[in-house]
Each structure stands twice: as structure tokens, then as C-alpha cells.
């Protein structure tokens, strides 16, 4: 198992483990402890303590009886999940983790949220641009806080010697973090608060936290968690077979700048397609093969796949030129092309099998080429993710039950590739599970 997450409460266990479950890992939230052993072949699970509002000795020792009912997993690392406006006993329920596991254990505290507008800058926690302890959560009735310094909300509750790693660290990448976060333990810190303001310095802690090598328990309200996991050895735990496969063929800026932050944020794998090769007999199957054949090379060490016709302003085609070399008018060119594209799509949709949760696809023209080679009668549609982008499910033929988000090629801003990609993602986690590689519908 990759990681037991202890929480204060059923919802942040949840909270933690969604993340994890919508990218394409095996989660679990567990209620009775005395069942854990049962799951130890997910990826992670969370079990809970009910402890927010509690005293904080009683806190701890709530950790502490949580942690001896786990003890015969074995995990790469605990998490010690925090409330993301740092309610509750944070100090007390870190110390009891670390009380229970090695001496040399680190722990490093990651408290940023920023999908939910929480970053920490120079140790300081603001929501929304706003101190923490200028928001509602000073009046919590039963966990109130009342700083936005977070050394300082776990040295009230910890002895532990403290260290905080800055921003100024931060911007200079993983390597200083690294030897920063290794020089602060050899100068006695145990547990290392460090800033965050977006996703990207949470991976890049992540990393660095990693290449430490050295035992450490992640302290944070989920997003750091799923990095750690999702940076780890990827030879440990499993990871469903639920995977993502994105066709474009859009040559659009906008589409440009879509496929961009697609990239920086969920890191798909990636293989883009020579378009002109499509607009030649024997070339064109060519290189549907080599496109098919690279992703299928790769299916086992990746959740999310793009496979796509242009992937920076450089790739564009002349089509005019092109379709003149190929001797065909533009609109016959075009038409080709889209069709090549819908036919490499399928064909690896189809490939994946059980493995595939769902699909994305961009244009009308690829669209309806992909849902007609899968023989498909149609979609259920079934929500709108934005306007002109849609969220169904495939109607008949070979894909029959599998996700679908379309969109129209000019559709949308820079992020709205991103936001269907993780639309699709929680879709297909909460609609289906893979066992033993056979595909269930719940």
C-alpha cells in the first residue's frame, strides 16, 4: 500500500482519497479498523478518529489506538490528513503518528489547498487572499482558530522542534528544497512546514520529499498526498485499469493553448500524430500504427493519453500546400485527416479494452468518425461539463457503457481541456470499477 491516511473525520478521509480515486488509483475509506488487512492490496485507504473536537490529549490517544490497529500493513508512507483551514488537534494527532514509527521519521506539512483557494506564503496560511484567522473559521464552535501562522498552530499543541521552508526555496526548484528540507533535520527539526501556491510547487515538494529517501509522514489536506503517490515507485501498490484517452485534432490556438495546460496539470502521455502522413495511402497506416502502438507501449504506466495533431503554433499544418502535394482540394484533405485521426482514436480505444474508463474527443467531424468505427448507436447524455461540451455515455457498439466528454474544436479557454479532463476522471471513478480485469458497471 502506498499510503494509510488518518484523519479527523470521515470527510477528510474522503476528501484525501478522492483525489486519488479520480486519477485512476484504488482507494477506500474504512470505518472499522478491524477489517483493514482485508484491502491491503489498495493504493491507499483512509480510516478516521473523530478526534476534531476533542480535547487534545484525548486526541492523541485516539491517534495512537488508531495507529496500533494498523500496524501489520505494510505502507510507504502515513498520512496524517489535516483540515484544510488547520481545525482541530494538528500538533497532537501529528505527534501521536510520530510516536509510532521510526525515530528518523520526518514529518513534512504541506497545508496548501489551492483548488480551494488556500495557499501558505512565508508560513502563513491565506483563504481566498484573506489571513486565515480574519475568516469564519476563528468562530468554529468547536475547533477555532485563531492564528494564520502555521509553525505556530502546531507548536501550541508539539515540543517538536519546527523548521519552515520559504517560498524563496520553493522558486528555486526541487534540488534546493531537497538539500533545505535535509539540512533543517540535521539541525534537529522533526517536522517541516513548507509554503505552497500552486499545484505545481506541491508536486515539485513532492519530488523533493522523495528524493530525501528517507522516512517521512505527509501532513496536509489531500492535494500533497496525491502528488507523493503519484511521484512514488510506480512498481508499488496497483493502480486501476480505468484509463483516459484524449483525440484532437482541433489546430486551433485555442486548442493549442488547451492541449498546454492539459499537460502542466495531469501530465497525459503523450504522442502527436504526423498529419501529413494521413493524406497518403500506406503512410497513413503507418502511422496509425506507430501512434496506436507507442500508447499501448505505454498503458501500464499511465492513466491519461493524448494523442493529438498539433501540439505548439509550430505543428501546424499548410494544409493548402499539403492537399496540393497529395493532390487533393483542401476540404478533401481535411476531411482525410479527420478521419485518420477518428480512426487512430478508435483503434486504440478499442485495443484498451476493459482497461479503457472513457473518452474525449474534439470536433464534430472526429466525433462522429470515432462513434461510427466503434459502432456506436449514440450517447446518453447525461450533464453538461460546459457550454458545448458534453458528458454521456456511449450507446452500443464496442465501447458500449464507456464515458464520453465531446467538445467542439473552438470551444472553451485555456482550461477547459483540463477541467473535462478531471470531470471525466471523477465520472469514470465514481461510475465504474475494474477487478481482476474485468469492467463493472456500479
Same mark, same amino acid.
Given at each position: 500500500m502506498r499510503t494509510l491516511i488518518i484523519a479527523d473525520d470521515m470527510t477528510g478521509a474522503n476528501v484525501s482519497n478522492s483525489s486519488l480515486a479520480k486519477n485512476g488509483y484504488k482507494v477506500?475509506?474504512? #470505518? #472499522?479498523? #478491524?477489517? +483493514?488487512?482485508? @484491502?491491503?492490496?489498495? =493504493?491507499?485507504?483512509? /480510516?478516521h478518529t473523530d478526534s476534531r473536537g476533542m480535547e487534545a490529549e484525548a486526541a492523541y490517544q485516539a491517534v495512537v489506538d488508531k495507529m496500533k490497529s494498523v500496524q501489520g500493513l505494510q505502507v510507504d508512507f502515513y498520512n496524517k490528513r489535516i483540515d484544510s483551514t488547520m481545525r482541530g488537534n494538528c500538533g497532537a494527532e501529528l505527534d501521536a503518528i510520530l510516536d509510532?514509527? =521510526?525515530?528518523?521519521?520526518?514529518?513534512?506539512?504541506?497545508?496548501? @489547498?489551492?483548488?480551494?483557494?488556500? &495557499? /501558505?506564503?512565508?508560513? @502563513? !496560511?491565506? /483563504?481566498?487572499?484573506?489571513p486565515l484567522e480574519l475568516t469564519d473559521v476563528r468562530n468554529d464552535? $468547536?475547533?477555532?482558530?485563531?492564528?494564520?501562522? +502555521?509553525? $505556530? &498552530?502546531? %507548536?501550541?499543541? $508539539?515540543? %517538536?522542534?519546527?523548521? /519552515?521552508? $520559504?517560498?524563496?526555496?520553493? !522558486?528555486?526548484? *526541487?534540488?534546493a528544497i531537497t538539500d533545505t528540507m535535509l539540512a533543517l533535520k540535521d539541525n534537529g527539526a522533526e517536522i517541516i512546514v513548507i509554503d505552497a501556491f500552486t499545484n505545481e510547487d506541491i508536486e515539485t515538494i513532492a519530488q523533493a520529499t522523495l528524493a530525501m529517501k528517507l522516512p517521512f509522514v505527509a501532513v496536509d489536506p489531500g492535494p500533497f498526498t496525491y502528488y507523493l503517490v503519484k511521484n512514488? =515507485?510506480?512498481t508499488t501498490g496497483i493502480k486501476t485499469k480505468q484509463k483516459m484517452l484524449f483525440t484532437i485534432g482541433s489546430v486551433s490556438t485555442i486548442a493549442i493553448a488547451q492541449i498546454a495546460r492539459f499537460r502542466a496539470e495531469l501530465a497525459p502521455y503523450v504522442v502527436k500524430i504526423q498529419a501529413e502522413d494521413l493524406l497518403y495511402d500506406g503512410p497513413d497506416q503507418a502511422e496509425i500504427d506507430r501512434v496506436k502502438n507507442k500508447v499501448l507501449q505505454h498503458l501500464d504506466d499511465n492513466q491519461m493519453f493524448l494523442v493529438a495533431t498539433m501540439m505548439q503554433k509550430e505543428d501546424k499544418l499548410d494544409l493548402k500546400a499539403a492537399a496540393q502535394k497529395a493532390g487533393l482540394t483542401v476540404r478533401q484533405a481535411s476531411e482525410r485527416i479527420s478521419d485518420k485521426v477518428a480512426e487512430i482514436g478508435s483503434q486504440i480505444a478499442l485495443a484498451m479494452g476493459d482497461q479503457l474508463g472513457g473518452v474525449y474527443t474534439s470536433g464534430g467531424d472526429i466525433t462522429k468518425a470515432f462513434l461510427e468505427k466503434t459502432g456506436t448507436t449514440g450517447i *446518453?447524455?447525461?450533464?453538461?461539463?460546459?457550454?458545448?461540451?458534453? @458528458?454521456?455515455?456511449? !450507446?452500443g457498439g464496442d465501447l458500449d457503457h464507456k464515458s464520453i466528454i465531446t467538445k467542439g474544436g473552438l470551444i472553451g479557454d485555456e482550461y477547459t481541456l483540463y477541467e473535462c479532463a478531471d470531470f471525466l476522471a471523477t465520472k469514470i471513478a465514481s461510475n465504474y470499477y475494474v477487478e481482476e480485469g474485468v469492467h463493472h458497471v456500479s
Open positions: 477506500g475509506t474504512i #470505518n #472499522n479498523a #478491524n477489517y +483493514i488487512a482485508d @484491502y491491503e492490496n489498495y =493504493d491507499a485507504l483512509g /480510516v509510532q514509527v =521510526d525515530e528518523d521519521t520526518l514529518a513534512i506539512v504541506v497545508a496548501s @489547498y489551492p483548488d480551494s483557494g488556500k &495557499i /501558505v506564503i512565508g508560513n @502563513y !496560511m491565506l /483563504v481566498d487572499g484573506v464552535p $468547536t475547533a477555532p482558530v485563531d492564528s494564520s501562522k +502555521i509553525s $505556530t &498552530i502546531f %507548536r501550541e499543541q $508539539t515540543d %517538536r522542534e519546527i523548521g /519552515v521552508i $520559504t517560498v524563496e526555496t520553493i !522558486m528555486q526548484g *526541487q534540488e512514488s =515507485d510506480q *446518453q447524455i447525461k450533464d453538461e461539463v460546459i457550454p458545448l461540451a458534453v @458528458y454521456g455515455t456511449i !450507446m
